[in-house]
């Protein structure tokens, strides 16, 4: 699909995959509105770090998912949406279940009524691996029983469950985009992989949580191209589908991997205040990708090795931006 000057809307602009986004569909000759969540400071988050001849490009609307208003106004007059605003901290949920469930139930809503008003050609809204809980089989595919391990969870589940009501009563053109663990550069220190490469960088020892669990892992600009791919496949409305890359590692050998691309052999402690819930933690996640192969034709292409490599390159040239053994929730 060509691209050029249609009008797409990115929520979650601000994030790390959504400043990914934001940046491809620059590239691609799109035109697009960036919804981030306002703060005082007008903070437009990783997209600060876009060239500034691209973040010229874009249209920043501040905003709260929350406010009907605020999203009927950037959904009007966009040929496509990409859903990816969410409050996405599982530790955050813990202690803030309310405003997690607010923010990812009724703010997609918000971003499903305006679409459906607007009539938006396509809506691709994030799900999220976390979904399926800890693994009953493996690989793990769409068909997959939902488990709300966490408030988070719980509120993904909902607002996936919202967009399929969505397709079936309103026949919305949505389609659901699962993303297993996904890793880059400009990711926050509230995920895994950038925990252990600033520690690793600047600090006598790793600390993390629980090293036992099981993560599959996919580079960002891979799961980017899932997005694209999402958007411009009829066959993908109404369906959900894993964007994964059909592996799986543990948090103790990530850890030992990162450390050997490094190049240093520091101890790796586990500590209790990042211990999540015993009932809460999901202890494997493995991808099945054979519906993202067959519907949409995406396939992963960054191998981990590589994937990690550029990632423990970029965060070494942007070390300054992170704290370094200071636990993120």
């Known amino acids: 699909m060509d691209w050029t000057n249609r009008t797409v809307l990115v ?74 605003g969410a409050l996405i901290a599982i530790p955050y949920s813990y202690v803030h279940p309310r405003e997690v469930i607010e923010v990812n139930v009724l703010g997609t809503t918000n971003v499903l009524m305006a679409g459906r008003d607007f009539g938006v050609r396509r809506i691709v809204h994030t799900s999220t691996s976390e979904v399926y809980g800890t693994a009953q089989y493996v690989p793990i595919d769409e068909q997959h029983p939902l488990q709300g391990q966490s408030p988070y969870s719980a509120s993904k589940i909902g607002a996936d469950k919202i967009v399929e009501s969505f397709v079936r009563s309103f026949e919305l053109p949505v389609a659901t985009l699962r ?52 958007a411009t496949h009829d066959a993908a409305i109404g369906q959900e589908v894993n964007i994964g890359a059909d592996a799986t590692i543990s948090i103790g050998e990530l850890a030992q991997k990162i450390l050997r691309i ?68």
Do not use: C
Not at 43 to 66: F, N, T
Not at 73 to 83: E, I, L, R, Y
Not at 203 to 211: C, D, F, T, V
Not at 290 to 300: C, D, F, Q, S, T
């Open 11 to 84: 929520t979650g602009a601000g994030g790390f995959i959504g400043s990914h986004l934001t940046e491809r569909l620059i590239d691609e000759g799109a035109q697009v509105r960036a919804f981030v969540r306002y703060i005082s400071r007008a903070d437009v988050g990783m997209l600060s770090l876009l060239p500034p001849e691209k973040l010229a490009a874009v249209q920043v609307i501040s905003g709260d998912l929350r406010d009907v208003e605020a999203v009927r106004g950037a959904v009007k007059g966009v040929d496509t949406v990409f859903h990816l």
């Open 179 to 230: 993303p297993f663990n996904t890793y880059g550069p400009r990711q926050s220190a509230r995920a895994v992989i950038p925990t252990i490469i600033t520690q690793a960088l600047a600090r006598e020892e790793i600390r993390l949580g629980s090293l036992t669990p099981q993560r599959d892992l996919t580079f960002v600009a891979d799961t980017v191209d899932g997005f694209m791919r999402m």
């Open 262 to 329: 490094v190049g240093r052999d520091l101890p790796i402690v586990s500590e209790e205040q990042r211990m999540r819930p015993a009932g809460s933690e999901v202890l494997r996640l493995w991808a099945d990708n054979r519906k993202a192969a067959g519907l949409i034709g995406w396939r992963p292409r960054v191998t981990l090795d590589e994937g990690l490599a550029r990632t423990v390159e970029w965060l070494a040239g942007n070390l300054s931006r992170y704290r370094p053994g200071v636990y993120e929730v």
